[in-house]
Each structure stands twice: as C-alpha cells, then as structure tokens.
C-alpha cells in the first residue's frame, strides 16, 4: 500500500524517531513536524447552534491522524475512520489503496453543536488535522484516497465549507490555494474495526509518531480550550 511505501523512506528517520519517542511530545513535535500548522481566522458564516447532535464527514489524508485529531476535541462524541466518496462494494481498504474507487479516508465526527460549532470543526481540520494546499496526497501518502475533502450532510454545511474555503483564500492565509473538494451527497462507510483508534492504541508505531503525534501536540497548543486530553474512542464492532 502506499503509506507503507511512505513508512519505508520515513525509516531513515528512525534514529531520531527513538530519541522522540523517548524525550516525549514536546521534543516530537519540535523533531518531527514536517512544517509548522497555520493559525488560521475563525470562519465568518457558521452553522446555528442546534439542540440535537450533527455529524461532519472530513477527508485529510490517513484517517488514522484525523480520528486522533477529533477525538481530542471537546464536545466530539465519536469520530469514525472510514471511507466515502465511492460506492459500498468498494468501501474496503484493499480496494480503496488503488486509488480507483473514488472513496477517499474519512472521519465521520459526530459532534454537539452546543459545545463545538461545525464552522469551528473546519478550522481545526483546517489548522491542524491536515495540510489543504496538498493536491491528492498528505505527507508520504499519495493518490486520490488521500485527498482533501468535505463531504457535507445537508446544503448548510456546504454553504458554510464554501463561504469558509473562499475566505480562506481571499486572506491569502496559505502560501498556496486550498485545493479541498466539496462533494455532497455521499454515504460514508465505517472501516474495518483494526483501523479505529489507531492512535491511541500504537503511539509508538513509526507512522503515527513521525506524520500524527505533531497534530495533537498542536491541537493542544493552537486550541488550548478544546483539547481534551482523553481521547473518544469508538467501541469496535464487526469489520
């Protein structure tokens, strides 16, 4: 698969990956960080605070660094690795790593809108889960499973993603245009159960430490006030 051809030319890193992992977060982040996040504004249109819980699907390269991100985040209740874009005979990761189903990684947040607003979501995706200036790949991964995407639940979210995308690039905040798709009206698939909370259950595994562990040290850094230090987990059950 292609983040495991990444994996090997990460290796020649592993030298100070063990000094990373020994020394803890902070030097990680200082070592390993491939570029430091954008602080980037607050979206100017958000969503209206609703009293039932709201679900954003989200697509920034490996969803293993993207479930960890939200599962960080204060007023996420889940936040579900998997895949969409494509259709359900194809939502499988052998399938999906050819990069001809049209499903990219995703995390599907489910989330309180009382505690964390769906705009607010966007710039953390934005800020820290991944790089959107990256054209069909993040990091080592590359091919259109790894794009950058939005798939909206209803034509709110899409308005909101489009007005904050347009602000965005008006501001010139990135050296580069995002390039994040929008793409509504497509069904997410769960991904198998070995995919979910990867993060959490191997912190020490060479992927995670050298492209993920930098994105919640900067999730805690940049949004202070919704890092929650104990991870959501998803409970697995069947795939």
Not at 121 to 142: K, M
Request: neutral net charge; proline residues 7%.
């Amino acid at each position: 698969m292609t983040r495991h051809r990444g994996l090997l030319r990460q290796l020649a890193l592993v030298p100070t990956l063990a000094m990373a992992i020994a020394a803890g977060p902070a030097l990680q982040t200082a070592v390993l960080a491939a570029e430091e996040p954008h602080v980037i504004p607050a979206p100017l249109q958000d969503m209206a605070s609703g009293q039932k819980l709201e679900t954003a699907v989200l697509a920034g390269g490996c969803f293993w660094g993207v479930q960890g991100v939200f599962q960080h985040v204060n007023g996420v209740v889940s936040a579900t690795s998997g895949y969409a874009g494509g259709g359900r005979s194809t939502a499988q990761y052998d399938a999906v790593g050819t990069g001809t189903t049209g499903h990219a990684e995703s995390v599907r947040v489910v989330f309180d809108p009382k505690k964390v607003s769906y705009g607010h979501l966007l710039q953390i995706y934005f800020s820290v889960a991944h790089d959107p200036t990256e054209l069909n790949r993040q990091g080592p991964d590359t091919g259109t499973q790894y794009r950058s995407a939005i798939f909206p639940m209803n034509d709110m979210q899409a308005k909101v993603a489009r007005a904050y995308i347009g602000q965005l690039n008006q501001a010139k905040v990135y050296d580069e245009a995002i390039v994040t798709t929008i793409e509504p009206g497509k069904a997410f698939y769960p991904a198998e159960g070995y995919h979910q909370n990867f993060l959490t259950n191997n912190p020490t595994y060479p992927y995670i430490v050298i492209n993920d562990l930098p994105k919640i040290e900067s999730l805690k850094r940049l949004f202070p006030n919704d890092y929650r230090p104990e991870a959501v987990l998803v409970s697995v059950v069947g795939r």
